[in-house]
């Protein structure tokens, strides 16, 4: 039978107005779909940066946010069993197995799939006590705090700790400073003269030891971020922080160090047993990235010095002579110029000249990286066997070392990095450093511990420009300023204006070990990662960090503050709820403090 239109049967009249033509459902998805993607791309969006500079007032909507069921019982979280008192979720040794050898990528952050995840607290080990205050602490620590006796036994006879009582002595010495690390500084800054004016303020410290080299700086006005992996040191990262110096679980291995390009001053290893000259140079083309135009690497230890100190190396002198003459090849490829030498010490100087990258083509030794890669990217970006050549343009030589301005003044100078990252700008960057001066103001009268020497490790686990960190400039404490690695990188900035810190994800544990900061601040983290973050898991993170006793400072819409209390009230916290500086009605602050408690099966 053929169908005719004559025989076609008409639909009623009423049916018209429930029929959607094809082509405006196809327009809606697609706007929906749009809709979505925009909320879900980024982590802290440019609304979330307009809103913490007073640009404007932002709420959250329902629909990203975990409401609180007020008829379900409290939540309560069991104890880690004793075993998992130096867990580091991302950092495990009993997972090592599950990953290759290769270039040691097994003791890189592989963390544990969401079915993994542990709801548990972590609990101190036996015999835990508050810590030593800073100063004090710089030079001692109590060893059931971190009761490791392998790097006593292994490394007591180049003085790097020594085991006295119920303490750990730390005598300053090292590898490559037998008569003292005090010693050992005086000598890098005769050779680095910027290290005592000002001009040389950011340094990192790769396989660190327990941060002597570090420590001392930090009475030389330079901050050290010392870098070590969870090694057979065992704890080395764990004794810096312990003694109170900044430090961060990491390894230069197969993906990039969490650190933006041009971000330190100057770069040192001692002895650090990177195999600087393999793999054609990849890690001193990572040290290359993160160091700024001008800055320094210093090394100390194998080949350096090898005249008369290969004898001591399980070496030969002819093997020492090579690897030193490939490693100046290298370097000089990758526009570093020798700088200064003497003793056990050599420096090198990363050219500011843009022309010494006019050699370098995609077949060269090194190949010079295409246009797609970004050289700030630090979040699970591969390492690659390129090198960005600098644009010859008025900002790259603004972020040279000696177009720096030199410390304290780069506090409070807007870097010309700013117009880099979306929604800033220079007048963004002078109210957001007014702002977090009244801001901290007001955190003091709230909790008085701030300021004095009860906190000393501190955590902005949310920050911006890292102005509550240059607000606290004066106090003794030091501040891991954290970028998310989801939202506008404003990393450099941080940098620039002579403070420290890393691109991290919240929806993983941090690269540290437990009890090794006195104060998180968390500046609207759930407004910005509620959507991706589950808020049960990041406030566990929160608690594995804290030290017992220590504190959370929570800034957050009102929205989310039942939830975060009724989490907070199940890790055994103790918190208080405080109207702003501004006494919003859509903003609160919860200052939190993490009960000292010994676990049950310990």
């Given amino acids: 039978m053929k169908y005719s239109k004559e025989a076609k049967p008409e639909r009623p009249a009423s049916g018209r107005s429930r029929a959607v033509p094809v082509a405006l459902l196809f327009v809606l998805l697609c706007a929906f779909s749009f809709y979505l993607g925009g909320i879900y791309s980024t982590g802290r969006s440019l609304l979330d940066v307009a809103a913490s500079n007073g640009i404007i007032n932002f709420q959250p909507p329902p629909a990203v946010a975990v409401a609180v069921d007020k008829t379900k019982a409290a939540v309560v979280f069991p104890e880690c069993p004793a075993d998992y008192q130096d867990y580091t979720p991302c950092t495990d040794p009993k997972r090592w197995r599950k990953y290759g050898n290769y ?98 303020r950011t340094a990192l410290d790769t396989g660190c030891g327990v941060a002597s080299w570090g420590g001392d700086l930090l009475g030389r006005g330079i901050l050290t971020l010392s870098l070590a992996p969870r090694d057979n040191h065992e704890a080395q990262v764990q004794f810096a922080l312990e003694r109170g110096v900044p430090a961060i679980l990491g390894i230069i291995s197969t993906q990039r160090l969490p650190f933006p390009s041009a971000a330190f001053d100057m770069a040192h290893c001692s002895r650090c047993l990177i195999p600087w000259t393999e793999f054609g140079g990849l890690y001193l083309l990572e040290v290359h990235r993160v160091l700024r135009p001008g800055g320094f690497w210093a090394l100390s230890g194998p080949p350096v010095n090898y005249e008369n100190r290969w004898h001591g190396w399980n070496t030969t002198a002819a093997a020492q002579k090579a690897d030193l003459d490939r490693l100046k090849r290298m370097l000089a490829s990758m526009c570093f110029k020798p700088y200064s030498k003497k003793g056990d010490i050599a420096v090198w100087q990363k050219s500011t000249d843009p022309a010494c990258y006019d050699k370098l083509t995609a077949i060269s030794s090194p190949a010079k990286c295409d246009d797609s890669v970004d050289p700030d990217a630090a979040w699970y970006v591969p390492m690659r066997s390129c090198l960005t050549a600098p644009t010859p343009t008025p900002r790259y030589k603004k972020l040279s070392l000696d177009a720096t301005p030199k410390w304290p003044q780069r506090l409070a100078v807007a870097p010309e990095r700013i117009a880099t990252v979306p929604g800033s700008s220079a007048a963004a960057f002078k109210h957001d450093d007014g702002k977090w001066k009244l801001r901290t103001k007001h955190y003091k009268s709230l909790l008085p511990a701030l300021g004095s020497d009860k906190i000393r490790n501190v955590m902005d686990m949310n920050t911006v420009y890292g102005g509550f960190a240059a607000s606290l400039i004066k106090d003794p404490v030091w501040v891991m300023n954290v970028v998310s690695s989801y939202g506008p990188n404003s990393l450099g900035v941080v940098y620039d204006r002579g403070l420290i810190g890393a691109n991290h994800d919240w929806c993983e544990a941090f690269s540290t070990y437990p009890r090794t900061y006195d104060l998180l601040h968390l500046d609207g983290l759930f407004t910005a990662e509620s959507h991706r973050c589950e808020m049960k898991f990041v406030l566990l993170e929160v608690d594995r960090i804290l030290r017992p006793t220590g504190y959370a400072i929570i800034r957050e819409n009102t929205y989310f503050l039942d939830s975060i209390a009724t989490i907070a009230k199940g890790m055994r916290w103790n918190c208080g709820k405080h109207d702003t500086e501004y006494k919003s009605d859509k903003e609160k602050v919860l200052i939190c403090q993490k009960k000292f408690w010994s676990g049950k099966n310990t």
């Fill in 103 to 200: 270039r040691l990528s097994f003791m890189e952050r592989h963390c544990p799939p969401p079915a993994e995840r542990k709801e548990c607290l972590v609990p101190p080990p036996p015999g835990y006590k508050a810590p030593i205050r800073w100063p004090k602490s710089k030079d001692q620590c109590w060893y059931r705090n971190v009761p490791y006796d392998w790097i006593n036994s292994q490394k007591s006879n180049q003085h790097w700790l020594r085991k006295e009582g119920d303490r750990f002595i730390f005598p300053g010495g090292g590898t490559m400073f037998p008569n003292g690390v005090g010693a050992y500084a005086d000598l890098m800054a005769e050779l680095i003269p910027g290290m005592r004016d000002g001009t040389v």
